[in-house]
């Protein structure tokens, strides 16, 4: 799947792959992968500075842990972290919809 395509949704997919509860950044990687069925293999260039930025605007809380001798920083979803992915999902349908509206589908 091409980057560009993901490019605009990526905040959503981070915030909806924290729902469940904190994983680490090689974590959300791992997960979004798992949940695309293998399509989302997101670079760690394009997945840690979005959790930056979603921390920075408070959607994500993280921490430090030291887990085998090494640092990890885990994230979770903040209550405005839901709030945020809520009207995320209430964009992706009207988005989806309509862009079904006009490319249609095949059946």
């Known amino acids: 799947m091409k980057a560009d395509i ?3 949704h990526l ?3 981070l915030l909806a792959t924290l729902e469940d509860g904190p994983l680490h950044g090689y974590a959300i990687i791992e997960s979004l992968q798992a949940r695309s069925g293998g399509i989302l293999d997101l670079p760690t260039g ?9 921390e920075r605007a408070r959607y ?5 842990s030291i887990v085998g001798g ?3 920083r885990t ?5 405005a972290g839901r709030q945020a ?4 999902r209430i964009d992706w349908t009207r988005f989806t919809t309509a862009i079904g509206g ?3 589908s095949e059946a």
Not at 46 to 52: E, K, M
Not at 60 to 64: A, E, F, H
Not at 85 to 88: C, D, F, I, P, Q
Request: hydrophobic residues 40%.
């Open 102 to 104: 006009v490319l249609g």
């Open 6 to 8: 993901v490019r605009g």
């Open 75 to 79: 994230y979770q979803l903040t209550r």
């Open 70 to 72: 090494r640092r990890r």
């Open 46 to 54: 394009s997945v840690y500075p979005a959790l930056r930025r979603l």
């Open 85 to 88: 992915l809520a009207r995320e």
């Open 11 to 13: 905040d959503a997919l």
């Open 60 to 64: 994500v809380s993280g921490k430090w």
